[in-house]
Structure formats: structure tokens, C-alpha cells
């Protein structure tokens, strides 16, 4: 038990440092992301909203950052924000006032453990 209690504060401390190293922001044409990991050398990229073809949030359990990935015509491996990343839930609630990901959907995805959840989904 007290394992687990350590490894829960050592995770939500790490999931503290990740909004100082993992920056996301955007405007009415593309998402930047602004990555400085410690240890690692720091990077950024962007995309446009006008390239997003499909959307899909990924839940974890409570020791790890919920994640979303963007999928575009521009390459064929997703962008990947975690929620967790300065401006990440901002961008969920953007993302879900823009009707990219379908609201209800996304309801069934944050009150999941451990899922992947994409819209539009394959059936659409």
C-alpha cells in the first residue's frame, strides 16, 4: 500500500514538471507545441487545424496523463498533446467547442479507465 502511495506522489510530481516542459498553444490556424523535456534536447512543431482528420483521446488510470492525438493529412503519425501539458485541457474544451470530437463520446472517454476513444470513430 505505501508503494503504491509513492508511486502516486512520484507521478503527479512528474505530471507537475510536464506543464514547465510541455507547452501547447494555438491560434486560428495551426497548434504549436513547445517541448523542452528535461535531459533531452527541446523541440518544437505545429500543425493546422485545417489538416485534422480524425481525433482520439486516450484515458489512463489516475497515475498517468490522459493523452490526445491529432491525426493529419500532412504525415502519417499522429501529433500527441498530454492533458497535462500547459494549455492541454484548454485545448480539450477548444476541441470540443469546435465540434472536432463529438461531445457525448468525449464524456464516455473521460469517465473511462485506460481506453482509446476517436472521432470520427470508424463506424462514422
Known sequence: ???????WLKTKKQSTKLEAWFIVS???DYIYRNVSPPGHSA??????????ERICFETKDYLYS?????????????????IEAKGGA??????LEKNLF????????????????????SES
Do not use: H
Open 43 to 52: 523541440w518544437k512543431d505545429q500543425f493546422r487545424w485545417s489538416e485534422i
Open 102 to 121: 463529438d461531445p457525448e463520446y468525449a464524456l464516455k472517454a473521460l469517465t473511462s479507465e485506460n481506453g482509446f476513444f476517436c472521432w470520427p470513430s
Open 66 to 82: 490522459d493523452d490526445i492525438y491529432f491525426f493529419t493529412s500532412d504525415r502519417p503519425e499522429s501529433y500527441v498533446i498530454p
Open 90 to 95: 484548454e485545448l480539450w474544451s477548444l476541441i
Open 26 to 28: 494555438w491560434d486560428d
Open 1 to 7: 500500500m505505501i508503494k503504491k502511495l509513492l508511486n
